[in-house]
């Protein structure tokens, strides 16, 4: 079993880190966070109890990944992507919304799916999931469900393309569309993708 990495300077709470999992620079990671095999965790990044990070994700750095959010395998969280957790915030401390923070009804959970990847600075608005191999423009507000394979930018973020796996954006043929790197085929029915070989 290869052990990985971690920083002198990190902060690792959590006992389920996957193998050969790197943990840079003034992480903190905290108790109830679970992470898979073969991750990366860049510098300065907070994770907080309650998220789930698959196999093979990689969290560039500046990141703070709240409570809700489930990161599955093979996904890129490129540099300082904000998420949320809690659609109307506010202050548990506030005595006038204090009642609100009772249960857990104002946790909303987002999902990142299998290969996806948010651009640098994207926003993910609680609640939401980021399609398999779907890819969010940098600067990028999620606002809505991403399908997969779709290429979102703007604020809020609108569906510009399709992507293949490799990343490549696809090219229009028709129906049939195939990547022109790695030539992939795709089934384009309009409104999703599905992968043919």
Known sequence: MEKGFIHQTAIVESDQIGENTNVWAYAHIMKDVQIGKNCNIGDHCFIENGV?????????????????????????IGPHVFFTNDLFPRSPRLPEAKSRYNDRKWLHKTIIKYGASLGAGSVIIAGNTIGKFAMVGAGAVVTKDIPDYALVIGNPARQIGWVCQCGEKLKRQEALMICQTCFKTYQNNGTDLSFLK
Do not use: P, S
């Open 52 to 76: 789930v990070v698959g196999n093979y994700v990689t969290i560039k750095n500046g990141n703070m990944i709240f409570e809700g959010v489930i990161i599955e395998d093979g996904a890129f």
